[in-house]
C-alpha cells in the first residue's frame, strides 16, 4: 500500500521531515540507557485518565531523570481538543516528541508521515513477545509499527449474577445458551431488559460480526471491501438485533441508546445483561452501591463456544519525527509501558496495561470483574481496520445508522448491513 498524505496535514509533512534528526546526540550512560543531561522532552498526555497525574508523573519523572539525566516536561491535554490539536501542530511542525495517541489516531498521524517508527526499538529490547497482539495491529501501519501499546479497556458480557443464580443460570458460552438465559429472565423478570441492545454503540456491534466469522473491512490489493454484508456479517448482526426484534429482550428506546445509557440503566437495575467496558464496573458501584457483588463479566461468546473478539480501546505511545533525540524518546516510552509504571498505571486507572506478562495476575485472579475481562484482553482483543479513512465511517455513523434502522424495523438486515458496506467502501476508498 502506498502511503497517503492526508490533506490538513500535507503542509505538516514537509515541516516534520524538514526537522527530524536521526537519533543522534546520545550515549552509553553505562547500565543501557541514555545519556542526555541538559536535554528536555516534551510529552503529551491526555487528562482525565488517571485522576493521580500530577503524583505519578512527578515519580516518573525522577526516574526518568535518574536513568538519563534529562528533564521531563509534560503537559496534559484534554481529549475532546486533543485530535485537532495534533492536526495543528503536524502542520506547523510543532509536535511534542512522545505523545499518547489513541488507537483511532496512530494510523492517521502515521500516515500523515508525523510519526517515527519504533520497531527496531522493540526489537532490540527483545519485547515483541510480550506485547497485547490487538494493540499492536492497531498501532501498526504500513507494516511499521508507530505505537506502543500502553493501556487498553475491552468489552465483555456484563451480567447479573445475582438473578443468574437465582434461575439456577451459569454464565453464557455459546449465542443458544444467550438467548435460554434471556428467555428465562424475561418470565421471571418481566420488569428488566434480559439483554439490552443500544442503537448507538459502534463497538458492541463488531464482537457479532467477527463471532459469526464476519469482517468489518478488509485490505485486497489497494482496495478495501466491507464485510458487513457478508452471510456471516448478515448472522451475527441478525443474531445481535434480534435479541431485540424477535425475543424482545430489549426495549423500543434502547434504539438510541449510547454505552452511557447501557450504564446508567444497568445500575438502575433495569438491565440482566449487555457488553460492557472493562472501565465500568466501579461506575456501576459508584451509581449504585447496592449492585456490590450482584454482577459480573464473562467473555463475549462465539455462535458456538469460544470468544468472540472485541475491540480494544485505550492508548499507545507514539514517538514523533521532530523528536530530535530519538533514543531518548524511547528510553520514556519503554519506562512508561513496560514494568513497574505500567502496572502503577494500570492499577490507578483500571485499565490493563499493554504487556501480556503484566496481565498474568489479573488472569489468575478470582475476581468475577477482573479476569474474565483480562482473559477476553489477551486471547479476544479485536482492532478495527487500521487506516485513517475508518475514522470518517465512524463520523458518518455508517454502523450505527445501519443498526437503528434494523432495530426501528425501517430496513430487514439485509438490506441495511448492504446499504451499510456500500456507503462504507466508498468511504473507505475515496
Not at 449487555?274 to 447496592?290: D, F, Q, R, Y
Request: aromatic letters at 10%.
Amino acid at each position: 500500500m502506498n502511503k497517503r498524505f492526508l490533506p490538513i496535514a500535507a503542509l505538516g509533512v514537509a515541516a516534520a521531515l524538514g526537522l527530524t534528526a536521526c537519533s543522534g546526540g546520545s550515549g552509553d550512560n553505562g547500565d543501557g540507557g541514555t545519556n542526555a543531561e541538559g536535554q528536555t522532552l516534551t510529552v503529551w498526555i491526555m487528562e482525565g485518565t488517571n485522576p493521580d497525574s500530577d503524583a505519578y508523573f512527578e515519580e516518573v519523572a525522577d526516574a526518568f531523570t535518574e536513568k538519563t539525566g534529562a528533564e521531563l516536561d509534560v503537559e496534559f491535554v484534554q481529549w475532546a481538543d486533543a485530535h485537532d490539536r495534533f492536526v495543528t501542530s503536524i502542520a506547523g511542525g510543532t509536535t511534542p516528541d512522545v505523545a499518547e495517541t489513541g488507537t483511532t489516531w496512530t494510523a492517521e498521524f502515521a500516515d500523515a508521515g508525523a510519526l517515527a517508527p519504533i520497531d527496531e526499538y522493540v526489537a532490540a529490547d527483545d519485547l515483541g513477545d510480550d506485547l497485547v497482539e490487538g494493540l499492536v495491529a492497531a498501532g501498526t501501519y504500513d507494516d511499521e509499527l508507530y505505537g506502543m501499546p500502553w493501556y487498553a479497556g475491552v468489552r465483555s458480557l456484563v451480567y447479573r449474577s445475582d438473578i443468574f443464580e437465582e434461575l439456577g443460570l451459569a454464565a453464557p458460552t455459546t449465542w443458544d445458551e444467550i438467548v435460554a438465559a434471556g428467555d428465562k429472565i424475561k418470565a421471571a423478570h418481566p420488569e428488566m431488559m434480559p439483554f439490552a441492545v443500544p442503537g448507538d454503540a459502534e463497538f458492541g456491534v463488531y464482537p457479532w460480526v467477527w463471532g459469526a466469522g464476519g469482517e468489518v473491512s478488509t485490505l485486497e490489493g489497494d482496495e478495501w471491501v466491507s464485510g458487513m454484508a457478508s452471510r456471516e456479517s448478515q448472522e451475527g448482526i441478525g443474531f445481535y438485533t434480534g435479541l431485540a426484534t424477535e425475543h424482545g429482550f430489549s426495549s423500543a428506546g434502547a434504539t438510541t441508546w449510547k454505552e452511557t445509557d447501557v450504564l446508567d440503566n444497568f445500575a438502575q437495575g433495569n438491565v440482566a445483561m449487555a457488553l460492557m467496558g472493562s472501565w465500568t464496573p466501579a461506575a456501576i458501584v459508584e451509581k449504585n452501591a447496592e449492585l456490590e457483588g450482584k454482577f459480573a463479566a464473562t467473555p463475549i461468546p462465539g455462535k458456538d463456544g469460544g470468544i468472540a473478539p472485541s475491540v480494544l480501546g485505550g492508548s499507545h505511545l507514539s514517538m514523533f519525527e521532530t523528536a530530535e533525540n530519538k533514543d531518548l524518546a524511547w528510553e520514556f516510552i519503554k519506562l512508561m509501558t513496560t514494568g513497574d509504571f505500567a502496572k502503577q498505571w494500570g492499577d490507578e486507572t483500571g485499565y490493563f496495561p499493554g504487556q501480556t506478562s503484566l496481565l498474568d495476575e489479573a488472569i489468575a485472579s478470582d475476581d468475577p470483574l477482573v479476569r474474565p475481562f483480562a482473559q477476553q484482553m489477551v486471547e479476544g482483543g479485536g482492532t478495527p481496520p487500521v487506516t485513517p479513512k475508518f475514522g470518517a465511517v465512524q463520523a458518518k455513523k455508517t454502523t450505527n445508522t445501519a443498526i437503528q434502522a434494523i432495530l426501528s424495523g425501517q430496513k430487514s438486515v439485509e438490506q441495511a448491513l448492504t446499504d451499510a458496506a456500500a456507503e462504507m467502501d466508498e468511504i473507505m476508498n475515496g
